[in-house]
C-alpha cells in the first residue's frame, strides 16, 4: 500500500483570506487525492470564524469548478484545492490552493535513467504538484548526460507545467526532443503528454518510487481511436455533446459542429449534460455517434465503456474530411488548446 504523502495545502493563506474577505460560508472543493483533508480543513475554516461545507461530488480539475453548487448553497467563498486556476468566472469569489506535494523526485528520476539511455534530448513535464522539483529533476538529467527541454508557452501558470486537456508546454518543445520524462503519480497525465506530442514518454513516479514506459497502454488507445472514427464515417445521426461544467461548456464550437455535420447531409442534435457517462447516452438509442465538446479525456480514456462512438473535436474534423487520419497522427490530440 503506497504510504500517504503530504501536501501543502497553505492553511494560514486560507484563514487569511476567510478573514481579509469576511466570508461566512466557505464550500471546499478537494480531488479524489486529496478528499481525506476535508474534515480537517474544515475545521480550520469553523476556527477562521466560517461555517464550510465540503462538496463531496467527483472534482476532475480546475475546470470542473464548483461554482453552481457555491450559488445554491449561497456560500460566499469557494476555495478550490489541487489544481491552477484555468478558467475564470465572477459569480462566486474563488481561490485556488495548488497542493504541492512534499516528495522527493530524485530517486524516481535515477531510476527512470535506464528507460531513457536511447536518447539523448528530453523535454521534461510535471502537474502542479511537482512544479518546484522540475528543476532538480532537470540538474539530474543533465549530469546524466541529457539535453533537457522545458516548454512555456504562457496559457499554463508554470513552465512545464502539463493539465489533463492542455500539453501545450510540452508540444512547444516536443520537435527538439526525442522523448519525455513526466514526473508524477498514475499513468492519466503521462498518456496524455504522449497522445499530444506523439513522443515516447518515461514516468518518473515519485510516490512509488519507480519509472515505467506507457507506449503499451498508449498504442492501444491510438489504435482504439481509429476504430471509432472508421466506425463514425458510416453514422447518419449525430449528438453533439455540450458541457455544462464551468471550464468545460463549448457552445460555440459546438453550434459549428452541428452546422458542418448537417452540410454533410448528417442529422445532429445538440445534448446539454454535466456528466458524460455510458449509461446517459444509451437513452439515446437512435444516435449512431457522438462529438465531445467537453473534456477530451472522456473520450480518449473511456472509449471501451461506450456503445457508441464518441469522438474529440480533433476527431471530428477527419470525419468531415478537414483533417486525415495520418495528420492527426502527426501532429496529435489536443491541438485545440486554450
Not at 498508449?218 to 482504439?224: A, F, G, N, R, T
Request: aromatic residues 8%; hydrophobic residues 40%; proline residues 4%.
Amino acid at each position: 500500500m503506497r504510504k500517504r504523502t503530504s501536501f501543502y495545502l497553505e492553511e494560514e493563506m486560507l484563514k487569511n483570506e476567510i478573514d481579509k474577505r469576511d466570508a461566512k460560508r466557505v464550500l471546499i472543493q478537494l480531488p479524489e487525492g486529496l478528499k481525506a483533508e476535508g474534515p480537517r480543513l474544515a475545521t480550520i475554516v469553523e476556527k477562521a470564524g466560517a461555517l464550510p461545507i465540503i462538496s463531496a461530488d467527483p472534482c476532475y480539475g480546475a475546470c470542473d469548478l464548483a461554482t453552481q453548487e457555491a450559488e445554491t448553497l449561497r456560500a460566499d467563498l469557494l476555495v478550490h484545492f489541487g489544481h491552477t486556476q484555468v478558467t475564470t468566472q465572477p459569480r462566486v469569489p474563488t481561490i485556488y490552493i495548488e497542493a504541492k506535494a512534499v516528495v522527493n523526485v530524485k530517486e524516481a528520476v535515477n531510476k527512470a535513467l535506464p528507460h531513457l539511455k536511447d536518447w539523448k534530448s528530453l523535454g521534461l513535464a510535471t502537474t502542479v504538484q511537482h512544479i518546484d522539483m522540475l528543476s532538480e529533476a532537470r540538474e539530474g538529467l543533465i549530469k546524466a548526460g541529457k539535453s533537457v527541454a522545458i516548454g512555456d508557452t504562457g496559457k499554463l501558470n508554470y513552465a512545464g507545467q502539463v493539465i489533463g486537456c492542455n500539453f501545450s508546454n510540452a508540444k512547444a518543445v516536443a520537435k527538439d526532443v526525442e522523448a519525455f520524462l513526466f514526473i508524477g503519480g498514475g499513468k492519466f497525465h503521462a498518456i496524455g503528454l504522449a497522445l499530444a506530442t506523439l513522443k515516447p514518454v518515461i514516468v518518473a513516479d515519485p510516490y512509488e518510487k519507480r519509472a515505467y514506459a506507457i507506449d503499451d497502454e498508449v498504442q492501444k488507445i491510438i489504435k482504439q481511436r481509429w476504430a471509432t472514427i472508421y466506425e463514425a464515417k458510416n453514422a447518419e445521426k449525430f449528438g453533439v455533446l455540450i458541457g455544462l461544467k464551468s471550464g468545460q461548456e463549448r457552445f460555440d464550437e459546438a453550434l459549428q459542429i452541428k452546422e458542418k455535420l448537417e452540410k454533410k447531409k448528417k442529422g445532429a442534435t445538440l445534448f446539454a449534460l454535466r456528466e458524460i457517462t455510458p449509461e446517459a447516452l444509451m437513452q439515446f438509442p437512435t444516435v449512431d455517434a457522438f462529438v465531445n465538446t467537453a473534456c477530451p479525456r472522456i473520450s480518449l480514456d473511456d472509449a471501451s465503456k461506450f456503445l457508441k462512438p464518441v469522438l474529440t473535436l480533433e476527431e471530428t474534423s477527419v470525419i468531415l474530411g478537414e483533417m486525415s487520419w495520418e495528420k492527426l497522427c502527426k501532429e496529435g490530440w489536443f491541438g485545440n488548446e486554450t
